[in-house]
């Protein structure tokens, strides 16, 4: 596995399309989604894949992508075979880690406010 620098994640939930098809094309879709899964094999094995499930109760699933840029997750997800075939949401990841520390300094911002409107901020002690 080469070396993959860790910079933005990225949620990717697919609903597959229902419609009725062809057998005929019906047939291709599936390839489709053959070749897709083929894909997130290489992007695992090159890092960018943190993890994938399928949903147990619709046709569909989820991955976690770890790219560079919003570039990046452009072009992977133009490049899935599947696109023609899902919805697809995408919502940006962080860490809760981030989330703890934003938290503690919100807790510090609002904690030196005043009080009431008007009031002034008691003497640090």
């Known amino acids: 596995m080469g070396a993959h620098l860790s910079c933005?994640?990225?949620?990717?939930?697919?609903?597959?399309?229902?419609?009725?098809?062809?057998p005929?094309?019906?047939?291709?879709?599936?390839k489709m989604l053959q070749q897709t899964f083929s894909i997130y094999r290489?992007?695992?094995?090159?890092?960018?894949?943190?993890?994938?499930?399928?949903?147990a109760d619709s046709p569909g699933g989820i991955m976690v992508l770890d790219v560079a840029?919003?570039?990046e997750l452009q072009q992977t997800l133009f490049l899935l075979p599947s696109m023609p075939l899902v919805n697809r949401t995408v919502r940006p990841?962080?860490?809760?880690?981030?989330?703890?520390?934003?938290?503690?300094e919100l807790e510090s911002i609002v904690s030196s406010m005043p009080r009431t409107p008007g009031e002034k901020k008691p003497p640090s002690s």
């Not at 933005?8 to 062809?22: G, H, N, P, Q, T």
Request: aromatic fraction near 10%; hydrophobic fraction near 50%; avoid cysteine.
């Open 69 to 71: 840029s919003n570039e």
């Open 24 to 30: 005929d094309l019906a047939v291709a879709q599936m």
């Open 93 to 104: 990841l962080t860490e809760i880690k981030q989330v703890e520390d934003l938290i503690t």
């Open 8 to 22: 933005m994640l990225y949620l990717v939930i697919d609903a597959v399309k229902l419609e009725f098809v062809s």
């Open 42 to 55: 290489e992007l695992k094995e090159q890092g960018k894949l943190k993890f994938a499930y399928a949903f």
